[in-house]
């Protein structure tokens, strides 16, 4: 199943549209996408009848350019977000692969959905692409086997990062660099973990202004998904809805030669094979 957000109510993404789940069930579903979380397993019957595994490229294209398209979880209790964790990013960093994973927060006001608009704050204005994790119940000390079981699903993400504010002070703390208003877009919808057979098997991509900058998979991650939600449930619950930003592949502006970083005007079309594309637009700060 494909959930969005759409004008902060539910929506199963359909051949030719979406559809309002709590309405469409007579109030079976509740409205919110978080508090369908805990129950993805009777949804999926229900949401059976209208077919909605036929979609194809296309659909999901005119799908995805819907202008209501909300953040896919709104208020989550935690954002976790993994620095360095692609080894061919690491290197373009001039950073060695971490030897555990290096965890920071996204600050829940920097959420944003489809279509953002996100200010470029200073000349260090960057893109991250990432694969985002949506958690589906309550998890402590959940073991790397286990771990997949405790995922909803997965959408397409952007760690947008201010290097400047990121890399201010020693030492560098990272949280407050990446969360300025809008740097946290996610969505397109949340795709159920059940489509997804292997999260790091999947192709992931960025193009700024047309520019493919970003091109891997995220088989090139340090610490794989499992690994990363068995890692946080060992120190912290997770809770659904839960968000975690596993971390960008090789190829953000930081890492060219000379340097690249966003400017208004700009546009990031991120994707990620089987979950759509997330699309914003740089803007002056207002
Ligand atoms: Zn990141």
């Not at 991250?128 to 997965?154: F, K, T």
Request: proline fraction near 5%; charged fraction near 15%.
């Amino acid at each position: 199943m494909r959930i969005a957000n759409i004008n902060g109510r539910a929506a199963l993404a359909l051949d030719g549209g979406f559809l309002d789940i709590a309405e469409a069930s007579d109030g079976r579903f509740p409205s919110s996408v978080t508090a369908l979380l805990e129950h993805l397993e009777a949804l999926s019957i229900w949401a059976a009848q209208f077919g909605e595994a036929t979609l194809g490229a296309e659909e999901l294209d005119a799908l995805a350019s819907d202008e209501r398209l909300g953040p896919v979880i709104e208020r989550p209790r935690q954002i976790f977000a993994i620095g360095l964790n692609y080894r061919l990013h690491a290197a373009e960093m001039g950073l060695a692969n971490p030897d555990a994973p290096m965890v920071f927060t996204k600050f829940a006001s920097s959420l944003a959905g489809q279509h953002a608009l996100v200010p470029v704050v200073s000349q260090a204005t960057d893109w991250e692409a990432e694969l985002v994790v949506v958690i589906g119940q309550e998890a402590n000390g959940v073991s790397v086997d286990d771990a997949l079981r405790v995922v909803a699903g997965y959408c397409v993400g952007q760690d947008i990062s201010d290097r400047a504010l990121q890399m201010k002070g020693s030492p560098a703390q990272f949280s407050l660099g990446k969360s300025w208003r809008n740097f946290s877009p996610i969505g397109p919808w949340l795709t159920t973990a059940d489509e997804v057979v292997n999260p790091n098997n999947l192709s992931i991509r960025c193009d700024i202004s047309g520019h493919r900058f970003q091109d891997s998979t995220t088989e090139d991650m340090v610490f794989t998904v499992a690994e990363i939600v068995s890692y946080l449930s060992g120190v912290v619950t997770l809770y659904p809805g839960d968000v975690i930003f596993t971390g960008s592949p090789v190829g953000v502006g930081q890492g060219q030669h000379p340097q690249r970083f966003l400017v208004p005007g700009d546009t990031i079309t991120t994707s990620i094979e089987g979950l759509g594309t997330l699309y914003c637009t740089m803007v002056e700060p207002s």
